[in-house]
């Protein structure tokens, strides 16, 4: 977290210095301010044009039944790219560009939701919103030791544990290996 913070506090701080460097100098103190007040102004017009898009998109799943999840990112996505773009600087109005385009978004997206949101949810769950969850057995148990039944810790023989591997072979879940189980509702007249 430190370092994102980092992060946020060294962008401007390159912003001032490429504004002082370069941009002052080659193009003059009035030709930067135009340039940097016009990028913010048109970044908060296109942050407002895909905003309403996204908040049409979350209404029309939650109509549907669907959950809005990557347009509940989306969100919070325009959300920091309206604060780059109020942030004076070109380096900053670039960020915010990024996150405000749609096609430059969708990394940023996957990678807010494989780097953030599932570590912060499966830190919250243990596991079980991912299904990154154990089985047979506590994670961190001794192959040795034995269970209630004193024949170990896990199934009483060969080739009955849940992994089609031997009892107490250490092996975890394989989330490739897992399958999904539907229950249905039937009509018993």
Do not use: C, N
């Amino acid at each position: 977290m430190l370092r994102v913070i980092g992060l946020l506090l060294l962008i401007p701080l390159f912003d001032i210095v490429l504004l002082v460097t370069v941009a002052i100098p080659y193009l003059g103190p009035l030709v930067t301010v135009a340039l940097v007040v016009l990028t913010a102004l048109v970044g908060m017009l296109l942050v407002r044009a895909e905003g309403r898009a996204t908040l049409r998109t979350i209404q029309e799943k939650l109509a549907t039944g669907e959950l809005p999840t990557d347009e509940l990112i989306d969100g919070g996505l325009l959300i920091a790219a309206g604060a780059f773009f109020l942030t004076p600087g070109l380096v900053t109005d670039f960020v915010g560009l990024l996150l405000a385009v749609p096609f430059t978004r969708y990394p940023v997206r996957a990678a807010t939701r494989r780097w953030v949101v599932r570590p912060y949810i499966d830190s919250k769950t243990g596991g079980f919103a991912s299904g990154q969850v154990y089985i047979g057995g506590f994670p961190d148990e001794d192959s040795g030791a034995a269970g209630p039944s004193g024949a170990g810790p896990g199934p009483s023989g060969p080739g009955d544990a849940p992994d089609g591997g031997a009892a107490g072979s250490g092996s975890s879940f394989d989330p490739d290996d897992a399958t999904d189980i539907d229950f249905e509702e039937r009509d018993e007249h």
